[in-house]
């Protein structure tokens, strides 16, 4: 296809510890197919550690410590934000990977960027801009994590993004899974560049990194719905594996509520990753290269039936008890109105962006152009500069 011979295979003398180690499905650094643009390698890190520590050291992954994961960040220090979420995310999936014999930095590294695009105040954020720009492309989280890390982060002199590798772009894309059509510009774009083969399945390593998702933010938000008083410990006891872990911490001795929580928690987290490991090793094992992962019909990284109707009652139970509580409502739906007003403003009057991106929204040539200057700048604010900006455009006593 046209564009893909500008890759450059990378990797090749890259030194990776334990490479012979890895299992027959696994993603090989030194076989990567390198990235869309030619950079020397960087020996003794293999490409997907090179691209595990631009994601580190990117703007929009600082900028997750003041985004919302569920509370906002002004509504208590204990909470989870984007950043604690993404951090535990990584150190669940780079367990699993390190079991299941694959590349343990791929996987970190696509952990650690799944969530780079996510606007101030998480999902409210995400449904006040997607119902704001309907008329044109929208907004998804995972589309916007891609244009942080292709186009936003402006870092290097000879690219603009981060210059990841195919593997990782490739894993960022299809977080959820392989794309089907209609496909937004930014991914079209890319797929005629690179050749994501979009309608195949993800590698086992991304596959991992969504579950590892799954299994942190299950357990994080059952961990701050006890602390915030949502629910309490004995409302959880009729819930699969969850009531069993709760029974085992008390067994155990746990009496004080930190304690408690904490050690059932752990438990949680343990169980989800054991039936994962033990499941998708039994899948993966006859399974000869990646390309043969890739191939499959569904995914290969998967729970077993008995743990995925599990984790379903578990999300379930969130859903209903925490995320529609009415606290909850209340600041979402106080979060979506400040999102979209901020839209609307700089939509409307383009003169109220600072700087470059009044620039950029001036010059756009189309609605559309504009609509997606402003959805770049309101996506990579944090919740509480989201907050001041608002302030500063709506409140009379505050300078501008």
């Not at 449904?127 to 995972?142: I, K, M, P, Y």
Request: net charge neutral.
């Amino acid at each position: 296809r046209r564009g893909a011979g500008r890759l450059k295979q990378g990797g090749k003398g890259c030194m990776r510890l334990g490479m012979d180690a890895l299992a027959p499905y696994a993603t090989r650094a030194d076989q990567s197919r390198g990235r869309l643009h030619n950079e020397p390698e960087a020996p003794p890190r293999s490409p997907f550690q090179r691209d595990r520590d631009r994601i580190v050291h990117s703007t929009a992954f600082r900028k997750l410590q003041y985004k919302t994961q569920v509370f906002v960040n002004h509504e208590g220090d204990f909470f989870r934000t984007r950043l604690t979420h993404s951090l535990e995310v990584a150190q669940i999936a780079r367990a699993i990977a390190r079991t299941l014999r694959l590349d343990e930095d791929l996987t970190e590294a696509l952990a650690l960027a799944h969530d780079l695009g996510h606007p101030p105040f998480g999902h409210a954020g995400e449904e006040a801009l997607r119902s704001a720009t309907q008329a044109w492309d929208g907004f998804d989280h995972n589309v916007q994590s891609l244009r942080v890390v292709t186009r936003l982060e402006r870092r290097y002199a000879a690219f603009d993004g981060l210059n990841l590798t195919w593997e990782t772009l490739e894993g960022l894309i299809k977080h959820n899974g392989p794309r089907h059509p209609p496909h937004p510009p930014e991914i079209l774009e890319l797929d005629l560049a690179l050749d994501l083969g979009l309608g195949l399945q993800p590698s086992a390593e991304a596959q991992v990194a969504a579950l590892a998702d799954d299994i942190a933010y299950n357990a994080h938000d059952l961990d701050d719905g006890l602390r915030a008083g949502l629910f309490t410990l004995e409302e959880l006891e009729g819930l699969p594996v969850v009531g069993e872990a709760l029974a085992a911490a008390r067994a155990a001795g746990a009496r004080e509520p930190g304690r408690l929580r904490h050690e059932m928690i752990r438990r949680v987290i343990d169980r989800f990753i054991r039936d994962l490991t033990e499941t998708s090793a039994a899948r993966l094992a006859p399974l000869p290269s990646p390309g043969a992962v890739r191939a499959q019909g569904k995914p290969v990284v998967g729970f077993s039936a008995e743990m995925a109707a599990a984790n379903e009652a578990v999300r379930r139970f969130l859903y209903e008890r925490m995320y529609r509580h009415f606290r909850v409502n209340r600041m979402t739906r106080k979060a979506i109105r400040l999102v979209r007003e901020l839209f609307e403003a700089f939509f409307e009057t383009p003169a109220l962006l600072p700087g470059e991106w009044r620039h950029l929204a001036e010059e756009a040539g189309s609605e559309a152009g504009r609509a997606r200057v402003v959805i770049d700048y309101i996506a990579g604010m944090t919740d509480r500069y989201a907050i001041d900006e608002h302030r500063r455009l709506t409140d009379i006593t505050s300078l501008g």
